[in-house]
């Protein structure tokens, strides 16, 4: 509201344009803790601030591929509180053991939203010989494909000939 | 002054100058408006009711450099920021190694507030090329074990054996 001089000061106007005003500042909604990870400001709406969360699950251990389909050999995973969109981060070190196979590394979200794996967003090691390491890193922006809510990132792994294994395995999960 | 929950004001009671202190001017002291001081910059919950301003920075080195020491070392580039506990960062290069079938690798360590040492566990890693066959590839970490403070992120390389070349070395640090 406007101020006018003369005019008396009521409770409910304090309460309005004051108290209720800051309850909507970002320090209001900040917490100390999240079980999402760093909390980042972002604008909900019209004069609507939210905060969602930046985290990451990581896997030091090695799993075997040995399968053509994403369905066989999956994880690590992470849940996230997010609106229509999110922005994930994965690296993986991927080998086969044979030469010249393809191992793809794909990401799948669960929960309040169904997406399957699909090799067009997925990190990919061809053409290496045998028991050759590839680290590398992919990204993948879920753009208004999300249904709000908690929606769980899973990654998948396949490989088109014989075997091979992931390890090394980081997924960075950024609600938005 | 720190965040004050906004209170509830009651038609009849007499407003003084010490609420008006505590509960507007004090309050509005702690939104990121008033902490907003860089355009460009972030801002992140760094704690109950608390919003800190962070940094998005980068740095990009184009020289190529020669790497034999199969420890990590040769740091290069590197970006400073004021982080709380987390970071997310992106590192990618070019890399080829002159014997084929050979792995250079590039991590990424911090120094300053806190001390972590450059791991294959979050490197990039190219293992099974061609001889001088280069690769331009990325990965990502999110450092979520930081002292909050000035912390530098370096760019850190090494070999498994024999020697390789990296150029066009480029790292981005989202302080948070």
């Known amino acids: ?15 309005t344009h004051l108290r209720d005003n800051l309850r909507e500042t970002f320090p209001a909604i900040a917490s100390s803790t999240s079980p999402y990870g760093a909390q980042v400001c972002q604008v909900r709406g019209r004069n609507k601030l939210v905060t969602y ?19 066989e050999a999956v994880g690590p995973s992470l849940s996230m509180l997010t609106n229509k969109s999110a922005l994930c981060i994965w690296s993986v070190s991927l080998d086969s053991t044979v030469d010249n196979a393809a191992t793809y590394c794909s990401i799948a979200v669960s929960g309040a939203t169904d997406i399957d794996y699909n090799d067009l967003w997925s990190l990919q090691r061809d053409g290496a010989p045998l028991s050759n390491f590839v680290r590398a890193g992919m990204i993948k922006m879920f753009y208004n494909e999300l249904n709000p809510g908690v929606n769980t990132f899973t990654l998948g792994y396949r490989i088109n000939n014989s075997q091979g294994s992931a390890r090394h395995r980081e997924l960075i999960v950024w609600g938005l | 002054m720190a965040w004050t929950s906004p209170k509830t004001f009651i038609s009849g009671d007499v407003l003084t100058a010490a609420e008006l202190n505590v509960h507007l001017r004090d309050n509005l002291n702690e939104t990121a408006v008033a902490k907003a001081t860089t355009a460009g910059r972030i801002f992140v919950a760094s704690g109950a009711n608390t919003v800190a301003q962070r940094e998005v920075a980068s740095s990009f080195t184009q020289a190529s450099i020669n790497i034999t020491g199969t420890s990590y070392g040769s740091s290069g580039p590197t970006v400073t920021v004021t982080t709380g506990t987390r970071a997310l960062v992106f590192y990618g290069c070019h890399m080829r190694h002159a014997t084929a079938n050979n792995a250079p690798l590039m991590s990424v360590s911090v120094s300053g507030a806190t001390t972590i040492a450059a791991d294959d566990a979050w490197a990039l890693i190219s293992d099974g090329q061609p001889a001088l066959n280069p690769i331009k590839a990325m990965s990502a970490r999110l450092f979520k074990t930081l002292n909050a403070g000035s912390n530098t992120f370096n760019m850190q390389y090494r070999v498994a054996a024999g020697n390789a070349d990296f150029e066009r070395r480029e790292l981005v640090v989202i302080a948070l």
């Not at chain 1, 969360?53 to 040995?66: H, K």
């Open chain 1, 1 to 15: 509201m406007t101020f006018v001089n003369g005019t008396a000061l009521t409770a409910a106007q304090l309460n």
């Open chain 1, 53 to 71: 969360g930046i985290d990451s699950v990581t896997n030091t251990g090695t799993i075997q591929i040995r399968s053509s389909n994403y369905t």
